[in-house]
């Protein structure tokens, strides 16, 4: 038993946090939010240099090889942060399935451009009702003999009007019914028939409705083996949701520790607001349930790194991750009081982000009933 | 026991709901939310303002001779209600003037005053709207602690400070305003002064603040050297805090009543939207944990309406409430955090979605509510002032702070 981090994972935990306190402070983070694009090309190219896009591809794609925990650590660093711009969907939604599913040559030709800060990539899976399972799937891919012709309509693409790839993940197997016949596709961003419409969210991160007729794609671009897109599905969902939730994780413990900071130094009635008790015992809760949540997301991340089945543990850190964030954001602006309430001040950028962390990869209730199966019930 | 309202009552809640129908065409909002904020709006609010003068209901609770109807308070109490449900404008008129500026002028205001300030507000014109000015950057729930200075120079007050959160500033055209008069006092809430200030008057800058939704409401508000006529101030000099006390008293009653208005609506919105929408080929409505969720709603709705009923009924009998007041705006407070939050897990990842988008659900109404309600707590009272006041002045618990 160790909970304590590597010297490595220190040291990466170190540079993310100065480096993003330097090159992303909130003016920035609330001048992304506005802004067309929604990222920074060059603090991107930076990213790449760091080795941060290629933190966990292997060294022959222009990776370092490290293992989920250390991106985990990382992803918590910049929820902590808050760092707009495409880092999540690019790496965890996207590289991720490649380096688990792609052939040699999808690897070669895609993770080392990742790698490099050459290409911006989304998943594009959730469709009108907004949901993540394989039923809800109606994106259609019919073989038309030569090609694989992609129809239909996808919501909440994050970054998609920067992106030059998605997987998109279609139902291509209606005539197998039920719901085993889901396939992967690698589809350029540029390819005709894509239509992208940003969705002005509260969070301002660059989601949009992305369309796709008669989109033709070539049997080479799946990923992974046709009707088989489940498998790949479910991984996103797991590796997603821990980096997900580590980035949740990070988000709150700011959240807290601008929050503490504030009681300290408040003064109404003479005293820091910190020493009412009422005010000490909210705190106190806040801080219990943000380090029940890393210790979950530390534990579900693991429990992958041992390729153990971990299904449950990740649905217990969402599902956790989904609650702590709401409370701590909405008590954290309570403690405040109107100062907390205002644009000026970074809480309200992470206030803006609940729903969106939220509703990414699983809602509560989703990830609550997984749970209950996983028990048996 | 009886727990319906009379004739004259429903019948004024029909009206209501015609006057809607015709007046609102369509257009949906969370009533007094964040009319202030961009200009169409606004407009708007205030074409609402002269419309409900005209009909008497803007000013009803106050007496004839000041251009109210003496309307009941339990016809108030319907009106708040009902103008709620529908989201109507401008009932507000940026709050203060008609919530507690002409009430306690006529309570302890000088003639001159009177006769000057309220029939403005009554009118429902722009020359009607108020902002307050009791916050500071220092004096927030402890608002005694205000520092803004009035010093006397023949017949005006200078007045030198800084001002914060002052709601609708930006729309204004007179200030209801808390200053210190005496700095030389032991106990802070001596030595402080009400006063009316022109928003016209030299020296006073206003420069907006953004709440985290990107909605204009509050302010910061700067006076450098502004002078005001002795006739303005309001009341006893020092004897501002007590005046005060009184005014905020009217600020409170009416909020149970207007906030269940908007939350039956909601509520209504959602168990429509759960019916109406399908998921894994099975309504919304048939989910038992979305029944059980809005079903919670539902208790907490009607909890808030009686609480509402029974200030209504004791002020009716002619108590003044003190810490029903207080569990009203605690209440409110609860309730709109879970009906948000209720909201927002039913309408799933549209939630993030600002109205002005292409795809908002249940018309952004939910998600409105959802960026609101943390600062609707904040303002008038956090929830912790509300309990400090239940329990020193119901429960009989000594103060706590
Ligand atoms: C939307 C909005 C509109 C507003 N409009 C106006 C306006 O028009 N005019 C105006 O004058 N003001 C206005 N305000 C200001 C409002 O009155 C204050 O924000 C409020 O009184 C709280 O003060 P504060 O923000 O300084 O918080 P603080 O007083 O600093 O409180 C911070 C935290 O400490 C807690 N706390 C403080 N004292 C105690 C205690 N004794 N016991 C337990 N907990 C305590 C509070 O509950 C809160 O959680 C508005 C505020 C908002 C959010």
């Known amino acids: ?377 | 026991m009886d727990f319906k309202f009379g004739e004259k009552e429903e019948r004024l809640r029909e009206e209501i709901r015609q006057f809607a129908g015709v007046e609102l065409a369509g257009r949906n909002t969370i009533a007094g939310m964040e009319e202030e904020s961009n200009d169409e709006d606004w407009e708007f609010a205030m074409s609402m303002s002269r419309k409900l003068a005209r009909k008497g209901w803007l000013t009803m609770a106050w007496p004839k001779e000041y251009g109210g109807q003496g309307a009941s308070y339990f016809e108030q109490h319907v009106y708040a209600d009902e103008a709620s449900y529908w989201g109507i404008p401008g009932t507000s008129m940026g709050v203060s003037g008609i919530g507690w500026v002409g009430l306690s002028l006529m309570l302890f205001g000088s003639d001159e005053q009177k006769k000057k300030y309220i029939p403005l507000i009554a009118s429902g014109d722009p020359d009607g709207v108020w902002c307050t000015a009791y916050s500071e950057p220092n004096a927030g729930s402890d608002f005694a602690n205000i520092q803004t200075r009035a010093v006397k120079s023949g017949d005006e007050y200078i007045l030198n400070g800084q001002k914060i959160w002052t709601s609708c500033a930006h729309r204004a055209r007179w200030c209801w305003m808390a200053v210190r008069t005496d700095a030389s006092v032991k106990k802070k809430q001596h030595g402080i002064s009400l006063m009316i200030v022109d928003m016209k008057s030299p020296g006073i800058i206003i420069k907006p603040i953004l709440n985290y939704a990107g909605v204009h409401i509050f302010n910061e508000f700067f006076l450098d050297n502004v002078r005001v006529p002795v006739t303005n101030l309001v009341g006893t000099e020092n004897r501002g805090w007590y005046h005060l006390m009184q005014s905020l008293a009217f600020e409170r009653h009416s909020m149970a009543p207007q906030f269940f208005g908007s939350a039956r609506r909601i509520l209504e919105f959602i168990v429509k939207y759960a019916r109406e929408t399908t998921y894994n080929g099975k309504t919304l409505a048939s989910d038992p944990i979305v029944r059980n969720k809005i079903a919670e709603r539902a208790i907490e709705l009607d909890t808030l309406k009686l609480f509402g009923y029974e200030i209504t009924w004791k002020m009716s009998r002619g108590v003044i409430p003190v810490y029903e007041a207080a569990r009203n705006k605690a209440y409110c407070d609860f309730f709109m955090q879970r009906l948000a939050t209720t909201g927002t897990e039913i309408i799933g990842a549209y939630s993030q979605i600002d109205r002005a988008s292409r795809w908002p659900r249940i018309m952004g109404l939910i998600t409105r509510l959802y960026m609101m309600f943390p600062g609707l707590s904040i303002a008038a009272g956090t929830d912790e002032i509300q309990k400090n006041i239940i329990g020193q002045f119901k429960l009989g618990l000594p103060r706590a702070y």
């Open chain 1, 1 to 377: 038993m160790d909970f304590e981090l590597s010297e490595q994972q220190n040291m990466l935990k170190t540079m993310a946090r100065d480096f993003l306190s330097v090159e992303c402070n909130k003016v920035k983070v609330r001048d992304l939010e506005e802004s067309d694009t929604n990222y920074d090309p060059k603090m991107w190219s930076k990213m790449a240099e760091l080795g941060w896009l290629g933190l966990i591809f292997p060294e022959q794609y222009g990776g370092t090889g490290a293992d989920l925990l250390d991106l985990v650590i990382l992803m918590e660093e910049m929820g902590r942060n808050i760092t707009p711009g495409p880092f999540f969907a690019t790496v965890a939604l996207c590289a991720i399935p490649i380096m688990k599913f792609g052939n040699k040559r999808q690897q070669a030709n895609y993770l080392t451009s990742i790698a490099e800060g050459k290409s911006i990539w989304s998943l594009a899976i959730e469709e009108r009702h907004g949901g993540y399972e394989a039923s809800h799937i109606n994106c259609s891919a019919d073989y038309d003999g030569k090609h694989f012709v992609i129809n239909g309509e996808k919501m909440f693409v994050p970054y998609a009007h920067i992106a030059d790839y998605f997987l998109v993940v279609c139902n291509t197997g209606k005539d197998a019914g039920g719901d085993g016949g889901l396939t992967t596709f690698i589809v350029k961003a540029k390819s005709r028939g894509v239509k992208i419409e940003k969705i002005s969210t509260f969070a301002g991160d660059g989601q949009c409705r992305v369309r796709f007729r008669n989109v033709k794609v070539s049997r080479s671009d799946v990923l992974g083996r046709i009707n088989s897109g489940r498998k790949v599905l479910d991984m996103i969902m797991q590796w997603g949701t821990v980096l997900k939730c580590a980035e949740v994780s990070g988000a709150c413990q700011a959240v807290l520790e601008m929050t503490n900071n504030y009681a300290k130094e408040r003064i109404q009635f003479d005293k820091p607001i910190g020493s009412l008790m009422v005010i000490q015992h909210q705190l106190v809760d806040m801080f219990t349930d943000i380090e029940g949540l890393q210790y979950l997301v530390y534990y579900a991340a693991w429990l992958l790194t041992q390729g153990v089945k971990a299904d449950v543990q990740i649905s217990i850190a969402k599902a956790k991750a989904n609650k702590v964030y709401q409370r701590a954001c909405i008590d954290g602006v309570k403690i405040h009081g109107a100062i907390g309430f205002t644009m000026d001040h970074d809480l309200g950028c992470y206030f803006r982000r609940i729903k969106t962390a939220e509703f990414m990869l699983g809602d509560t209730s989703l990830h609550l009933e997984k749970i209950a199966s996983g028990l048996g019930l």
